[in-house]
Nanobody, 120 residues
Framework: QVPLVESGGGLVQPGGSLRLSCAAS????????MGWYRRTPGKQRELVAV???????TYASSVKGRFTISRDNSKNTVHLQMSALKPEDTAVYYC??????????????WGQGTQVSVSS
């Protein structure tokens, strides 16, 4: 069972908006922080935004004011509302969760990634 499933990526014009969603499977418990990371070819994966179970948020300086992370603890979902998108936001976006899984213990879990492309 895939622990995290992302949706919502796609192609958008500069200045446009996209909303990414990520749902944690029933195999994950005691989810602490959830977040979004991204990777472009030739670069390391970088933090985009993270939100704790209590709702505290952290953003990369490059997306602050344009992206908003939110979370529904009752559904174990996390969302990333992206606005004023720029070509440099083009990347594969990955959902992340700090959670517990039976047989694996507490660990970082990752989704399969969803492509976001910003181009005219």
């Amino acid at each position: 069972q895939v622990p995290l499933v992302e949706s919502g990526g796609g192609l958008v014009q500069p200045g446009g908006s996209l909303r990414l969603s990520c749902a944690a499977s029933g195999s994950l418990f005691s989810i602490a922080s959830m977040g979004w990371y991204r990777r472009t070819p030739g670069k390391q994966r970088e933090l985009v935004a993270v939100i704790t179970s209590g709702g505290s948020t952290t953003y990369a300086s490059s997306v602050k004011g344009r992206f908003t992370i939110s979370r529904d603890n009752s559904k174990n979902t996390v969302h990333l509302q992206m606005s004023a998108l720029k070509p440099e936001d083009t990347a594969v976006y990955y959902c992340n969760a700090d959670a517990f899984m039976v047989g694996r213990g507490r660990d970082d879990f990752w989704g399969q990634g969803t492509q976001v492309s910003v181009s005219s």
